[in-house]
């Protein structure tokens, strides 16, 4: 089994920048890919982007250049995200997929953009 917690969400204006993070525990020798999707109000959750083991990245083409994923071991991946419009409000998820195929999902942190 694989917990994951998620922290700094909150309220940010236009234009600007916030971290949200995500710490594994569990089985995390079991992780190969963590990521982060979102779901905004009334929409499908969404893949924002993620990061293998091996540090390939991939991100929606709607974040792309603005949003930057990393990852400093194998259980803890950041999100940084600048330039936030008010279409990125929305609950953040944090992801991981292990080896087998198997999802994790933490419990959400909301990440508000408005003036």
């Known amino acids: 089994q694989v917990q994951l917690v998620e922290s700094g969400g909150g309220l940010v204006q236009p234009g600007g920048s916030l971290r949200v993070s995500c710490a594994a525990s569990g089985s995390i020798f079991t992780i190969n890919t963590m990521g982060w999707y979102r779901q905004a109000p009334g929409k499908q959750r969404e893949l924002v982007a993620d990061?293998?083991?091996?540090?390939?990245t991939n991100y929606a083409d709607s974040v792309k250049d603005r949003f930057t994923i990393s990852r400093d071991n194998a259980n803890t991946v950041y999100l940084q995200m600048n330039s936030l419009k008010p279409e990125d409000t929305a609950v953040y998820y944090c992801?991981?997929?292990?080896?087998?195929?198997?999802?994790?999902w933490g419990q959400g942190t909301q990440v508000t953009v408005s003036s």
């Open positions: 990061i293998t083991r091996g540090g390939t």
């Open positions: 992801n991981a997929i292990a080896y087998s195929g198997r999802r994790y």
